[in-house]
């Protein structure tokens, strides 16, 4: 029987069981010790790795840690410290007005309210979820690169865009599985689903992912086209 495309209900299931499975102690690669050190990291990390930031904000945070403290900083001087970061220009602009904006409008916390975290510079949809779902403790889905790589690949979602591709992961995973999801799909994005070569042979969602279901099916059509042609 060949394969259609889409996963159903209980491809669904499994595939969220086996994630659970494989990371159950998925969480932030990201170091931090306050909201607003959460804040500054995830925006450090756009187009950036983990490894890269924790080691740039090691730095930063001995000294400017708050949004005060980190006000303190000239713009030139903020890029010094993060410039191996890329994007500096606009990441060390972007801290220093949500910087501001968090003492002047906030009282000096990262707000709670997602409408207000959204409004802080640099701070996209996708840095808003990070920190309700990881320091709020909120039910949310952020979708950076990995989950919207691996999440269309197994086909939790088919989704042009990470606004969609969020939208289907709601509709798709529990509530309650929501924080939890993200940093599964981050980490099976990072160990084995790569961007250029998903390690597909190693990969223990390989029964249950739409990606490689529909390669194999691809597969099976080519090599009976080649017998009938014999
Ligand atoms: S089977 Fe391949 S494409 Fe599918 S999730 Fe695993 S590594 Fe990614």
Redesign the pocket.
């Known amino acids: 029987m060949w394969y259609n495309s889409g996963m159903d209900e209980r491809q669904r299931s499994e595939a969220l069981r086996l994630l659970a499975e494989n990371y159950p102690d998925a969480r932030p690669a990201l170091h931090y010790s306050t909201a607003y050190e959460l804040l500054v990291a995830v925006i450090l990390s756009a187009q950036c790795t983990d490894e890269r930031v924790n080691k740039v904000t090691a730095e930063l945070f001995k000294e400017h840690s708050t949004p005060e403290g980190m006000l303190a900083l000239s713009q030139e001087e903020l890029e010094g410290y993060i410039y191996s970061c890329g994007l500096y220009r606009s990441k060390a602009a972007h801290i220093l007005s949500a910087s501001r904006d968090i003492v002047q409008k906030f009282g000096g916390q990262v707000p709670e309210d997602f409408a207000a975290l959204r409004s802080l510079a640099g701070v996209g949809q996708k840095t808003a979820n990070v920190v309700a779902s990881v320091w709020f403790a909120k039910d949310a889905i952020a979708v950076d690169t990995h989950v919207f790589r ?1 999440a269309n ?2 086909g939790l979602a088919h989704a042009p865009n990470p606004k969609k591709t969020e939208e289907q992961l709601q509709a798709a995973i529990p509530q309650k599985d929501w924080s939890s999801a993200h940093h599964w799909l981050i980490w ?1 994005g990072r160990r ?2 790569h961007a250029q070569r ?3 042979a190693a ?1 223990a ?2 029964p249950c ?1 739409d ?2 279901l529909q390669a194999v099916n691809t597969q099976a059509v080519n090599a009976q086209a080649a017998n009938e042609g014999e």
């Open positions: 691996v690949r197994l099976h084995v689903c998903p390690d597909c990969c969602l390989a992912c990606h490689y």
